[in-house]
């Protein structure tokens, strides 16, 4: 009887887990602690504009912003970046937050790709990141003028989800 003690253990513990897996609406979305509350603070120096520094503060008041956390290094940020080229395009507020990266590389990129930012702050030590619960590259948050987070994307937008998940937030954000 005892031998059966650990298996039967085992497959208790397997089918909790399962459950907890299979009820989930969405299994694929991360969800956030940040949606519906305001954006965490932070202030960062500006890409490529010694002395000038980036925060929250100067993200509000003029409609919905599409922040961008993105690194030189990140081969999905590539992917994504024509939809933020798109987006900046039809007058959207893209910024951008420059991830764990060195200036010169980012400057480089965005001097290869084009730069759909607005303005880009650069988070060399990741400290912003890990405030906002970064943790794959490319992550897109869109808040709405009031500096509130309305959607979280995890991973390079593609252009369905552009049109499916981006764009109806940025429209929930302008409300």
């Known amino acids: 009887m005892k031998r059966f003690i650990p298996a039967a253990a085992f497959l208790f513990l397997a089918a909790v887990m399962a ?31 010694a002395g000038e520094t980036l925060t929250v503060a100067d993200l509000k008041g003029n409609g919905p912003v599409v922040l961008n956390f993105w690194a030189s ?48 702050g650069s988070d060399e030590k990741g400290r912003t990141g890990i405030e906002y619960g970064v943790v794959a590259l490319p992550e897109t948050f869109v808040l709405d003028a009031s500096g509130t987070i309305i ?12 049109d499916g998940k981006i764009r109806p937030a940025i429209e929930a954000a302008s409300r």
Not at 83 to 110: H, M, S, T, W
Not at 151 to 162: C, Q, R
């Open 19 to 49: 459950w907890g897996l299979l009820i989930r609406e969405n299994r694929d979305a991360l969800p956030s602690v940040f949606l519906e509350k305001p954006a965490p603070d932070f202030a960062l120096s500006i890409l490529g504009d």
């Open 73 to 120: 290094w990140c081969a999905p940020c590539r992917i994504e970046h024509p939809e933020l080229v798109q987006l900046a395009g039809e007058g959207v507020r893209v910024i951008g937050i420059n991830y764990r990266d060195e200036p010169e590389k980012a400057q480089a990129f965005l001097d290869q790709l084009g730069n759909p930012f607005e303005v880009v």
């Open 151 to 162: 959607y979280k994307h995890v991973g390079p937008i593609n252009p369905g989800e552009l």
